[in-house]
Nanobody, 125 residues
Framework: QVQLVESGGGLVQPGGSLRLSCAASRSNLDYYAIAWFRQAPGKEREGVSCISSPGDGTQYADSVKGRFIISRDSAKNTVYLQVNSLEPEDTAVYYC??????????????????WGQGTQVTVSS
């Protein structure tokens, strides 16, 4: 089993930034494609970004392209989501999720079988 823990959320003003972290216990995240999803109140869950395994290719939703960056730090067994130029519409609970390496570019529509509990991002003035 892959246990994922998100952190780094918080309250920021519009235009601000955060770095969200997705860390794993016992499992080596290098062997997993990792995706970030978010869910805002009253809305369906939305795929935000993913990073492939192997190869570390990335994908982004159109709504965050150019503002968010996903990256992997193998030494820390952690995947990050740098969220910049935040807008109130970015307010949501952000979740990371994992699926075993696919040897292809990750897709936000892929099935991710392991999920963390989420971290809250609130963008408000």
């Amino acid at each position: 089993q892959v246990q994922l823990v998100e952190s780094g959320g918080g309250l920021v003003q519009p235009g601000g930034s955060l770095r969200l972290s997705c860390a794993a216990s016992r499992s080596n995240l290098d062997y997993y494609a990792i995706a970030w999803f978010r869910q805002a109140p009253g809305k369906e869950r939305e795929g935000v970004s993913c990073i492939s395994s192997p190869g570390d290719g990335t994908q982004y939703a159109d709504s965050v392209k150019g503002r968010f960056i996903i990256s992997r730090d193998s030494a820390k067994n952690t995947v990050y989501l740098q969220v910049n130029s935040l807008e109130p519409e970015d307010t949501a609970v952000y979740y990371c999720a994992a699926r075993y390496r696919t040897f292809s570019l990750c897709r936000l529509g892929d099935r991710y079988e392991y999920w963390g509990q989420g971290t809250q991002v609130t963008v408000s003035s």
